[in-house]
């Protein structure tokens, strides 16, 4: 039997205090990108290490991770399932994974910016196109 979601209200409340606007407000950023996006929060607890990231929730379209949001002790994470493919003019999305790239947030003002909306909105875009290979 798989575990049960854990709501994401239930996520938030256990977010340290320092992290959890920006948090909030990436999450914001998300929906007002993409309102009809599934939200499908992780089934995790705040992780022993204070270098591991603890993912809170993910945004999906027809079953298709976009973006999720995480969380460290002292910054927030927008994560790109497909940010490899994701034309970045900005410089902001970090990573060498093969797939996914991401974004550090330090403050609530970082996940509302233009150039975060713009990269979210381009995922959002792709998530209609089959992935790159």
């Known amino acids: 039997m798989p575990a049960a ?8 409340r256990k977010i340290p205090p320092a992290t ?13 990108v ?3 996006a599934d939200a ?5 607890q705040a992780p022993r290490s204070k270098s591991a990231m603890w993912k809170i929730v993910r945004y999906a379209v027809d079953g298709a991770n976009v973006v ?3 969380t460290f ?9 497909r940010g490899r493919e994701i034309d970045d003019g900005s410089g902001l999305l970090q990573g060498s994974g ?8 330090r403050a609530p003002a970082d996940a509302e910016g233009p150039v975060v909306k713009r990269l979210v909105e381009k995922a959002f875009k792709m998530s ?5 290979r």
Do not use: C, M, W
């Open 20 to 32: 959890r606007p920006t948090v909030e407000t990436a999450i914001r950023t998300i929906k007002e």
């Open 73 to 81: 002790p002292n910054h927030a994470t927008l994560f790109f399932y």
């Open 5 to 12: 979601e854990i709501p994401l209200s239930e996520h938030l």
């Open 128 to 132: 209609r196109a089959p992935a790159a």
């Open 68 to 70: 999720g949001v995480g």
């Open 40 to 44: 499908i929060t992780y089934r995790s």
């Open 98 to 105: 093969k797939d996914s790239r991401f974004i550090t947030l």
């Open 34 to 36: 993409a309102p009809q």
